[in-house]
């Protein structure tokens, strides 16, 4: 199996995890998984043009992720019908069950996460919570370690980094306080 760091440098995108999850609940051919995720919450968490879903398809194919049959529709042409290999189907269990490592990966990959676990694996929905929790009070320490203590005006250097760091630290705050709510509604 490969480690995360592989992984990361070859799937780049949010869109090919969908990808990934959407065929780990059945075969499908792409302009059903377009529809999937345009229709749906998906669609509310990612962006996804058409062009770029077949470029998608392809590359996923070519990591040897998905494979395609070809099937035939009379009078029309034939379509492609993809389906998880099991490598693709490891390397997305691998990927789904890790909590995000910045909270501005939030946003994207965790919801992307928390659709297909709920989806999936239903008894793992807490687990992952407290994994994002726990790696967000993480981030969170590592944040506040880099604060400075002494008070800062406007005009000096560090200022503006200061700011940028309070903003940070503000906003993994809130991130914890959604995320607690959302395991306490679980």
């Given amino acids: 199996m490969l480690n995360q760091r592989n992984v990361k440098m070859q799937i780049s995108e949010p869109a090919e995890y969908v990808i990934l999850g959407l065929l780990n609940t059945r075969s499908m051919h792409g302009y059903e998984m377009f529809q999937l995720i345009e229709g749906g919450t ?3 968490i990612i962006h996804l043009e058409m062009s770029q879903m077949y470029a998608f398809l392809k590359k996923l194919e070519r990591l040897h992720y998905i494979e395609a049959e070809i099937e035939s529709q009379g009078a029309r ?3 492609k019908i993809f ?26 990959l ?18 992952l919570i407290q ?28 200022f503006l ?3 940028v760091l309070s903003s ?19």
């Fill in 110 to 127: 965790f919801l992307i996460k928390l659709y297909f676990v709920q989806r999936l694996q239903p008894a793992q929905l807490t687990t």
């Fill in 168 to 186: 940070r630290i503000y906003q993994t705050q809130a991130l914890l306080e959604w995320l607690n709510e959302l395991k306490n509604s679980v």
């Fill in 161 to 163: 980094d200061q700011v």
């Fill in 131 to 158: 994994q994002q929790i726990k790696a967000c009070q993480n981030f969170l320490q590592h944040l506040k370690s880099k604060q400075q203590t002494t008070t800062l005006q406007p005009a000096d250097a560090a």
């Fill in 42 to 44: 998906l669609g509310q």
């Fill in 83 to 108: 389906q998880l290999t099991t490598m693709g189907h490891d390397i997305f269990l691998q990927w789904v069950n890790q909590p995000v490592e910045k909270p501005r990966d939030i946003r994207i």
């Fill in 77 to 79: 042409p034939p379509r």
